[in-house]
């Protein structure tokens, strides 16, 4: 089996390709693995096997039509993971997430179509229904994104589905809760919490810290997207979903207890636009349609990536290759200045 991954040198697609790579995921023992990557801030060559005989590296943007159709051809399957993803960076400068989310998506999707390639699986967020108060979204709810993040993320959700719909591809389309693990890049909340904390330095956390979320571990959402690509329906929608609602408030204050920090280092910071307020997936259809349910308890999951991270320091530190938001800048006084508060993937 030959699978093209995009987006295979960040966090949550690296993780993918190193399974696949150790034979951890059944049924594709000896798949050979091309990674296209444009190795943006995020993206990390590091975060992959040096070299092998299985795995094929392409420095590549999935806007480059050219570079498509000259490697998809031959390839059994497409995991589409590459897409800008943050929240706060989409606010301040909404067109390079059209760019790679939507132009990105469309000229892979033509690639694919033009290719045959016989199984795609684009991989999405809960983020694209936008906030719910009681209660939990199934695949049938209309989207209503609230940030150009999620707007940009639903957009490529409809063309793969129209895709899907008018040229037959074999195509299915995942959506899961906020991710977390080992290897994160320190933008994201977990992340950037702990490596702050474990310094003693100060975090900011959007408004009264109210803002609910279910947490899964990278590893479980890695599994659900192969066990979508093998034995998913065509045409059909996942909600890969944990059940575990927490606020963000309890979540910093179970990081600061973890990284033995100073509780008064989590200071309150005015709430991001359009912030919303709570998320949650009914995930019954890819447990009971295909046998799928997350393993890792969100407590172990939890403490033994803050245990990563505190193991790790030459990853994450100022000149490592996550670091990120954890070079956040002094002020004039050589004080850590506030770092920019984040929720959300």
């Not at 801030?41 to 096997?49: H, Q």
């Not at 016989?118 to 939990?136: L, N, Q």
């Not at 639903?154 to 589905?161: F, Q």
């Not at 005015?270 to 995930?283: E, G, I, M, T, W």
Request: proline fraction near 6%; glycine fraction near 10%; include cysteine.
């Amino acid at each position: 089996m030959r699978i093209c991954v995009t987006g295979g040198a960040g966090f949550i697609g690296s993780h993918y390709v190193r399974t696949l790579l150790a034979d951890g995921h059944p049924g594709s023992e000896g798949a050979r693995v091309t990674v296209l990557d444009k190795l943006t801030y995020a993206g990390n060559r590091a975060n992959l096997p040096a070299d092998g005989p299985r795995l094929t590296f392409v420095r590549g943007d999935v806007c480059d039509r050219d570079l498509l159709r000259e490697l998809l051809p031959g390839h059994d399957a497409v995991v589409h993971f590459a897409a800008e993803s943050h929240v706060d960076r989409s606010l301040t400068g909404a067109s390079e997430f059209v760019r790679t989310n939507v132009l990105g998506t469309q000229t892979l999707l033509d690639a694919c179509v033009a290719a045959r390639v016989p199984r795609v699986v684009h991989v999405s967020t809960d983020e694209v229904y936008g906030s719910i108060e009681h209660g939990s979204w199934d695949e049938d709810r209309p989207l209503l994104p609230n940030s150009p993040y999620a707007a940009s993320k639903a957009a490529s959700d409809l063309l793969a589905r129209a895709a899907w719909r008018s040229h037959g591809l074999d195509l299915s389309v995942t959506r899961c809760s906020n991710n977390y693990g080992p290897r994160q890049y320190v933008e994201k909340l977990i992340p950037l919490f702990v490596t702050r904390l474990l310094r003693g330095l100060p975090v900011g956390l959007y408004g009264d810290g109210s803002n609910v979320r279910e947490w899964l571990h990278v590893d479980d959402h890695c599994r659900a997207v192969h066990t979508v690509l093998t034995r998913g329906r065509a045409g059909e929608i996942y909600n890969i979903g944990r059940g575990n609602e927490t606020t963000n408030r309890r979540l910093a204050d179970r990081l600061v207890e973890l990284c033995g920090a100073d509780p008064a280092l989590v200071r309150t910071a005015p709430d991001r636009k359009a912030h919303d307020l709570r998320y949650a997936l009914d995930d019954r259809k890819i447990r009971d349609e295909l046998g799928y349910a997350p393993r890792v308890p969100f407590d172990r999951g939890l403490a033994d990536t803050v245990a990563w991270y505190r193991d790790h320091p030459h990853w994450w530190g100022p000149s490592g290759a996550g670091a990120g938001g954890a070079g956040t800048p002094a002020t004039s006084t050589g004080t850590p200045a506030l770092p920019e508060p984040v929720t959300g993937r």
